[in-house]
């Protein structure tokens, strides 16, 4: 309580103040000092995070692992729709749980560990701490550096970006009606990580025929807008993820355009890993793999104008 004493003394000093946690040595085991206080006011927590109070536990401990790293590939925008009031469920639902052996039953902290790449492509870790009241709603969350919290609000800007380009691209900003959604499956479409035509399955070709009949028919009776949107899982890296869901509904594009489709009808899109349908964060690679198979895919929605 001696850490608890002086802040109360210096409140009026550091009241305005906020930030994120100090990260101990990652070689050196750590325990919070917060935990046994659920019901901390939530302002005081962030306090104590400014002041360096907030302590994370030894990265090598997280017992998730995928790859070969601790912890999880990070999702950003997953991560920055946490807020307060949420439940657990409603946690887990988003970032998974948590990646350290946090206990069964009224455990007011989740401990994650975060691996992302940087602009330069080089590997980096961080730390995500998020804090529970007594009814078990989230209170309070902190980064372990203020690095990691920059990182998260740049990345988590992305994907709000990309669903404000796709409207304003679309002709639903001018009065227009959306007559088909198509989610076609990525994996029946092309062959694992491909793009290309010559990469296209059979059965692909199948259904994006029947796609180019049912395009052709509301061209027939006036003007149409097309909008092909491509979508990948959360493996691998972000930037690529976001390439090669714009090369496969460039190519999806090309062949609805080669099958006789008007060049104006069609627009592309990649979405990249930004609007999941699913949420899968923990088993094997292949395991990985077959739960996020509806979030590799491409939708193909049809306009009309009035």
Same mark, same amino acid.
């Not at 988003?94 to 994650?112: A, C």
């Given at each position: 309580?001696?850490? !608890?004493?002086?802040?109360?003394?210096?409140?009026?000093?550091?009241?305005?103040?906020?930030?994120?946690?100090?990260?101990?040595?990652?070689?050196?085991?750590?325990?919070?000092?917060?935990?046994?206080?659920?019901?901390?006011?939530?302002?005081?927590?962030? %306090?104590?995070?400014?002041?360096?109070? %907030?302590? !994370?536990?030894?990265?090598?401990?997280?017992? !998730?692992?995928?790859?070969? @790293?601790?912890?999880?590939?990070?999702?950003?925008?997953? $991560?920055?729709?946490?807020?307060?009031?949420?439940?657990?469920?409603?946690?887990?639902?988003?970032?998974?749980?948590? =990646?350290?052996?946090?206990?069964?039953?009224?455990?007011?902290?989740?401990?994650?560990? !975060?691996?992302?790449?940087?602009?330069?492509?080089? =590997?980096?870790?961080?730390?995500?701490?998020? =804090?529970?009241?007594?009814?078990?709603?989230?209170?309070?969350?902190?980064?372990?550096?203020?690095?990691c919290e920059e990182q998260a609000k740049s990345k988590s800007?992305?994907?709000?970006?990309?669903?404000?380009?796709?409207?304003?691209?679309?002709p639903a900003a001018q009065a227009a009606e959306l007559k088909?959604?198509?989610?076609?499956?990525?994996?029946?479409?092309?062959?694992?990580?491909?793009?290309?035509?010559?990469?296209?399955?059979?059965?692909?070709?199948?259904?994006?025929?029947?796609?180019?009949?049912?395009?052709?028919?509301?061209?027939?009776?006036?003007?149409?807008? $097309? @909008?092909?949107?491509?979508?990948?899982? =959360?493996?691998?890296?972000?930037?690529?993820n976001l390439d090669l869901s714009k090369k496969r509904a460039?190519?999806?594009?090309? @062949?609805?355009?080669?099958?006789?489709?008007?060049?104006?009808?069609?627009?592309?899109?990649?979405?990249?890993?930004?609007?999941?349908?699913?949420?899968?964060?923990?088993?094997?690679?292949?395991?990985?793999?077959?739960?996020?198979?509806?979030?590799?895919?491409?939708?193909?929605?049809?306009?009309? @104008?009035?």
């Amino acid at each position: 309580m001696k850490n !608890f004493k002086m802040l109360f003394a210096s409140m009026a000093v550091i009241a305005t103040m906020t930030g994120c946690a100090a990260v101990k040595d990652a070689a050196e085991p750590v325990t919070s000092q917060l935990p046994t206080l659920p019901s901390f006011d939530k302002k005081m927590n962030e %306090i104590a995070s400014a002041n360096g109070l %907030i302590e !994370f536990p030894a990265i090598e401990k997280a017992k !998730f692992s995928t790859n070969n @790293y601790k912890g999880s590939w990070v999702n950003w925008d997953n $991560v920055a729709q946490v807020e307060h009031q949420m439940s657990k469920d409603q946690v887990r639902q988003l970032i998974g749980s948590p =990646h350290f052996s946090e206990g069964l039953w009224g455990v007011h902290e989740w401990n994650y560990v !975060f691996n992302y790449r940087d602009a330069n492509n080089q =590997h980096q870790v961080c730390q995500f701490q998020v =804090h529970f009241d007594d009814n078990m709603l989230v209170e309070a969350f902190y980064w372990s550096d203020k690095s990691c919290e920059e990182q998260a609000k740049s990345k988590s800007a992305v994907a709000p970006t990309i669903i404000n380009n796709i409207v304003q691209q679309t002709p639903a900003a001018q009065a227009a009606e959306l007559k088909e959604n198509f989610k076609l499956s990525v994996d029946a479409l092309f062959a694992f990580d491909k793009y290309a035509m010559g990469d296209m399955r059979v059965e692909g070709r199948v259904v994006l025929d029947s796609l180019v009949s049912a395009i052709k028919n509301y061209e027939s009776k006036g003007r149409v807008g $097309v @909008y092909i949107i491509g979508h990948t899982d =959360h493996l691998g890296d972000e930037s690529y993820n976001l390439d090669l869901s714009k090369k496969r509904a460039d190519t999806v594009a090309g @062949y609805l355009l080669s099958k006789g489709v008007k060049p104006t009808s069609l627009t592309a899109v990649g979405a990249g890993e930004y609007l999941p349908v699913k949420q899968c964060h923990s088993g094997t690679r292949s395991q990985l793999i077959d739960c996020l198979t509806p979030n590799r895919r491409v939708e193909v929605q049809i306009y009309t @104008y009035n």
